[in-house]
């Protein structure tokens, strides 16, 4: 039997000479995922009798024309003088004479994966990871195991292909291309190859349109397909936030701007913002909360401890928070006052409230002042100690359900997320224009004095 793996580029070798328990391959299109990947399967089945894998994709569909049809030619499954494996559609397995076996699976809903519990694999592949939720892959974890069948010791491990965006963007992001492990999740464990269409000589030397056609796609995307860029993906939210523009280094702030906080409390995540708004109207989020478990009177304490220096006009929180608790009688809210911490309601009108995050965070043309030069800003800046907003802000993704509003999962980046949204859709973004006094009914600007309608009423600020 020969195996045909033709030529492999650099990055290709690195992946299948990996030994780490996560291999993660990729990051753009065009970088020969797909391809490394059936190459590095059927050499662990030849080198390890008996070993047990499990290829998954989302759905059959695509299991089939991105595996089954390659496998069968890679191993020669209906060519007899030569066949190194055996294909079986009825298990969609492929069987070598050493008693190893690639199984092909799909998971097109949550709940697929669960009919793998049980079961034992030294490799378990997810093609296209990102396309993948975190509760499909940490239960698949649970069967990445030593299956009994071999007589060689070996490291069960698993090997992740993908490309930014999708459901799974974000664990994927965490734990290969920010490394911000949990304390049970050992770094060591964890290994990203980075590839781009680029470095696949193949498919320069045979297709160098493709390259061109990624060169013209719309530039969040481009950005994400072509240059393998995780902060801009797609279905992305917020494809106007730019870490360059938006993040800024910390500053003292002036005693006379307007203080504001915005919150949204759970026992899962307390999530609290500090904004600040100068006599332009533009907004500063200067510092941040972001704790789990507290319970109110924890929570009011945390936050009591850092708003005590200043005064804040409102403190915007969720309407659920007024909800009466069936064994106390109270609301949250109502705790929270108890502690002298007075909230503000704000609209949870979900769609509103996102559309009002995109206008402050619109990205205008403006001169500077002095010099005239032409330069971009944005009414609204993070200070960079603000790290669970930077970090989960950009990570929003469209509900597919309805486009107009953010999906809630992955559910771990809305909490802070929605602070956010009180804050946005309760103060209507001030324009970049310069205000003539004369045109508006002699508002003050210094004193920063403006009207802002909530639909039902006007309150003077």
């Not at 160098?208 to 056609?213: E, G, M």
């Amino acid at each position: 039997m020969t195996l045909d793996i033709g030529e492999l580029y650099p990055k290709q070798k690195l992946f299948c000479k990996a030994t780490n328990k996560y291999i993660c391959y990729g990051g753009a299109r065009g970088g020969g995922k797909s391809h490394v990947s059936r190459i590095k399967m059927s050499l662990l089945a030849l080198n390890y009798p008996g070993i047990q894998i499990l290829l998954l994709r989302r759905t059959l569909q695509e299991l089939r024309e991105n595996h089954v049809l390659q496998l069968q030619k890679l191993l020669k499954t209906n060519i007899p003088d030569k066949r190194i494996a055996t294909y079986k559609e009825s298990t969609k397995e492929f069987l070598f004479p050493n008693g190893s076996r690639i199984k092909l699976g799909y998971c097109d809903n949550e709940n697929d994966v669960l009919q793998y519990q049980g079961q034992a694999y030294e490799v378990i592949v997810l093609e296209e990871a990102t396309h993948f939720t975190e509760f499909q892959f940490q239960t698949l974890t649970e069967s990445n195991r030593m299956s009994g069948n071999m007589k060689v010791k070996f490291n069960p491990r698993m090997y992740f292909t993908c490309n930014p965006g999708g459901v799974g963007h974000t664990w994927v992001k965490r734990l290969f291309i920010d490394k911000d492990y949990k304390e049970t999740e050992n770094p060591e464990d964890y290994i990203f190859i980075p590839s781009l269409v680029f470095e696949n000589k193949y498919l320069m030397e045979n297709d160098p349109a493709y390259v061109r056609t990624l060169e013209n796609l719309p530039e969040d995307r481009k950005q994400a397909m072509l240059y393998g860029n995780w902060d801009v993906f797609d279905g992305q939210f917020f494809p106007e936030f730019r870490r360059s523009l938006h993040v800024i280094d910390p500053f003292e702030l002036p005693k006379n701007w307007n203080r504001y906080i915005a919150l949204d409390y759970g026992l899962d995540m307390f999530a609290v913002l500090f904004i600040a708004l100068d006599t332009k109207g533009h907004a500063y989020v200067y510092n941040e909360i972001h704790k789990s478990n507290l319970i109110v009177s924890e929570a009011r304490q945390v936050l009591k401890s850092i708003m005590r220096h200043y005064n804040y006009i409102h403190k915007y929180a969720p309407p659920d928070l007024w909800n009466r608790n069936r064994d106390t009688g109270k609301s949250t809210a109502e705790m929270f006052r108890e502690g002298g911490i007075d909230l503000t309601k704000a609209s949870n009108n979900r769609v509103a409230g996102w559309l009002a995050v995109k206008e402050w965070l619109k990205i205008y043309k403006t001169r500077n002042e002095q010099t005239g030069e032409p330069y971009e800003d944005s009414n609204l800046k993070i200070f960079s100690n603000c790290v669970n907003l930077i970090k989960y802000l950009p990570q929003l993704q469209h509900d597919e359900k309805n486009p107009n509003d953010v999906t809630t999962e992955p559910h771990e980046p809305t909490h802070i997320t929605d602070a956010l949204r009180y804050f946005c859709v309760s103060r209507t973004s001030r324009t970049h224009e310069i205000i003539d006094k004369e045109k508006t009914f002699n508002f003050d600007v210094e004193k920063n004095t403006h009207y802002v309608d909530y639909g039902e009423e006007i309150e003077i600020i």
